[in-house]
């Protein structure tokens, strides 16, 4: 029998505020490190940084780690991976703001996914809801656009792989462990770092300086003036993913996934704080928009 508090909203609303708030500090810090270090041995040293705080995890009783079916794990795992590995691209190169934006694009493609690839019905709200998100989309991405090209589209990829990981999470892990999904992700990324570093060792491509070159940089020995951002990301993520387990162990989907978008506050509020870093107001209005679509979709029945 589940304990009472499995249904308790407001508990999952206070865990998944706790997650939002770290993730929205720590990921700030990705534009900083990529001043010095590459995405793909960020990803390498984060994978094994990783392990030991999942191996503890699994040893206190928050789940196991052993998958019942892995190709099912890891083809999740690597849907989500790719998510990853735009969203955190981009975040060398665009406000955080429009690289969460495009990133909780997510459950507009769900729909969509869901819709014309598994031939599920949907209501009218929730067709309002991808128009009023594709207009977010449209607002968001062409604040930027003009400016930085297209690297301002990378959110949006993250989006939509997102999307495919969380279709992947319901319809072919839904008996796995959250930590069993967690390190496969890590693996995948860990994966997707070893092939494209040895791609770059064969092309040899000119690294821009700065945080130009974060995903054509190769293998950094010196990771000293960056090693506190790797470990704060790393330990960081896990107890952010921590408190996102929780809110949806105690309540409903559906209302733990709302707060969810707290993020937009949290994550430009700690960049403004820490760097000065502001949101336009179309950005803003995009925003608003993108949320609106998600809270849509998470309240209304498929067919309503």
């Known amino acids: 029998m589940r304990p009472q508090q499995q249904n308790n909203p407001l508990l999952a609303g206070q865990w998944m505020l706790i997650g939002m708030i770290v993730i929205g500090l720590v990921d700030n810090f990705v534009g900083h490190m990529a001043d010095h270090v590459g995405l793909w041995q960020f990803f390498l040293v984060r994978m094994f940084m990783t392990f030991p705080l999942i191996y503890l995890m699994s040893r206190i009783g928050l789940g196991t780690i052993y998958p019942k079916q892995l190709w099912r794990v890891m083809t999740r795992g690597a849907l989500v991976a790719m998510a ?6 981009s975040l060398a190169f665009l406000p955080i703001s429009q690289a969460l934006a495009g990133l909780f694009t997510s459950p507009i493609f769900v729909l969509l996914i869901s819709v014309f690839l598994l031939k599920k019905p949907v209501g009218k709200w ?6 009023v998100g594709f207009v977010g989309i449209v607002v968001v991405t062409g604040a930027s656009f003009s400016a930085m090209g ?3 589209l990378l959110p949006l990829a993250a989006g939509v792989f997102y999307a495919f990981g ?16 967690v390190w496969s992700m890590y693996v995948m990324q860990g994966v997707y770092a070893v092939i494209a570093m040895i791609a770059l ?4 491509p000119i690294v821009p300086l700065g945080s130009g070159g974060f995903l054509l940089r190769g293998w950094v020995w010196d990771l000293s003036p960056v090693i506190w951002i790797i470990v704060a990301l790393t330990v960081g993520s896990t107890i952010g993913v921590f408190f996102i387990v929780k809110a949806y162990q105690v309540a409903e989907a559906t209302y733990a996934a709302v707060f969810e978008y707290s993020v937009f506050i949290f994550g430009p509020l700690f960049a403004f704080m820490l760097w000065g870093q502001g949101v336009s107001g179309s950005e803003v209005v ?6 609106l679509a998600g809270i849509i979709i998470a309240f209304r029945s498929p067919t309503a």
Request: net charge negative.
């Open 166 to 181: 969380v279709v992947a999470t319901r319809e072919l892990c839904e008996e796995e462990s959250t930590l069993t999904m």
């Open 126 to 131: 929730r067709i309002i809801a991808v128009l």
């Open 150 to 152: 297209w690297a301002s």
């Open 84 to 89: 990853m590995v735009f969203y955190f691209g």
């Open 286 to 291: 995009g925003i608003v928009l993108i949320a």
């Open 201 to 204: 060792w064969i092309v040899d």
